[in-house]
């Protein structure tokens, strides 16, 4: 059965790759740079760290789904849950999103732009590495769409819990940091989309 939250869902995922595989052209010719290729725990540490600029979130261990999160991804600079609790880097990874494609063109503008702060992303404090992002994230950065493809997954990961399947606020630590309470087996008493939202009415019945 297609509910209105899994058909949102559907759309949020859909959107994402969308966005994704718009920024696809402006990654022809990138590999992944030589540091992410020798060593691929850090290709996850490093998407992990860009989540949690996005979003930032409390120190944790393990994602919403279970996930080990990397010790060095999550500098706790927020006491709440952030995108990567919300399995941010799963969903970089899930094949309906096309991010693994875009990952070596992002990473590779990702480790050029954070070079000149004086070491890779990963191993910037949180103001080094917020710079790095208002910078590949400018509006006159032309690769910006690689950055914003990026910084589009963790943002789907906390708003949408795109990946917990039962989407309630006991479940999905992103709905709970916003105040949503998530689907409900028999609705919420006294709430429907079918009421009316306000009595009143304009002279001529319309809002304008």
């Not at 998407?47 to 080990?68: E, S, V, W, Y």
């Not at 990397?70 to 309906?96: C, M, N, Q």
């Not at 503008?109 to 890779?120: F, I, K, R, V, W």
Request: charge should be neutral; charged fraction near 20%; glycine fraction near 8%.
């Amino acid at each position: 059965m297609l509910t209105r939250r899994n058909l949102l869902a559907r759309a949020a995922r859909t959107g994402l790759a969308a966005t994704i595989a718009g920024a696809l052209p402006l990654a022809e010719g990138f590999d992944l740079p030589a540091a992410f290729a020798a060593d691929l725990s850090l290709t996850d540490a490093t998407l992990q760290a860009f989540a949690d600029t996005m979003i930032p979130g409390r120190k944790a261990t393990k994602t919403d789904l279970g996930n080990d999160i990397d010790s060095r991804a999550i500098l706790g600079v927020d006491k709440l849950p952030g995108a990567v609790e919300t399995d941010a880097l799963a969903l970089y990874h899930h094949p309906l999103t096309g991010f693994d494609s875009l990952a070596p063109a992002f990473l590779a503008h990702l480790s050029a732009e954070s070079l000149p702060h004086g070491n890779d992303f990963l191993s910037l404090d949180f103001a080094g590495r917020t710079a790095v992002c208002l910078a590949g994230l400018a509006f006159d950065n032309p690769d910006r769409l690689v950055w914003e493809a990026a910084a589009a997954v963790p943002f789907t990961a906390f708003c949408a819990a795109a990946l917990v399947e039962a989407q309630t606020a006991a479940k999905a630590s992103g709905y709970r940091v916003m105040g949503l309470p998530g689907v409900a087996p028999h609705g919420y008493k006294g709430f429907s989309y079918g009421r009316a939202l306000s009595r009143e009415r304009t002279k001529k019945g319309y809002l304008a």
